[in-house]
């Protein structure tokens, strides 16, 4: 599976960014996706995900309430809106894709076998 990301871009704080990411495989449906990021001179951090069933989505605490997750399995395409930026949300974005689902704090650790190649988003204050 190969992952496209894309829409990353300078915006002013309070500002929205919408991310995509597409991949190239027609099993899309069955994958569960994962929207992660490192800023510069960090860990790379959990931003949220979504199992292949769609029955909810989670959330890194930082992001709830100014993020949004979707995906549309028809287009292979997975979105993460960006909403209230903070000068702190500034980071690289990967999108990434695994064939197992994922419960609670497994997001954070588990083991994600698709990466895409990360998209820079910078927050100027």
């Known amino acids: 599976v190969q992952l496209q990301a894309s829409g990353g871009g300078l915006v002013q704080a309070g500002g929205s960014l919408r991310l995509s990411c597409t991949g190239s495989?027609?099993?899309?449906?069955?994958?569960?996706l994962g929207w992660f990021r490192q800023a510069p001179g960090k860990e790379r951090e959990f931003v949220s995900g979504?199992?292949?069933?769609?029955?909810?989505?989670t959330y890194a605490d930082s992001v709830k309430g100014r993020f949004t997750m979707s995906r549309d399995n028809a287009k292979n395409t997975v979105i993460l809106q960006l909403d209230s930026l903070k000068p702190e949300d500034t980071a690289v974005y990967y999108c990434?894709?695994?064939?197992?689902?994922?419960?609670?704090?497994?997001?954070?650790?588990?083991?994600?076998?698709?990466w895409g190649q990360g998209t820079l988003v910078t927050v100027s204050s």
């Open positions: 979504m199992n292949w069933s769609s029955t909810g989505t």
């Open positions: 990434a894709a695994a064939t197992r689902r994922f419960v609670g704090s497994a997001w954070k650790t588990g083991v994600f076998e698709y």
């Open positions: 495989r027609g099993t899309f449906s069955r994958l569960s």
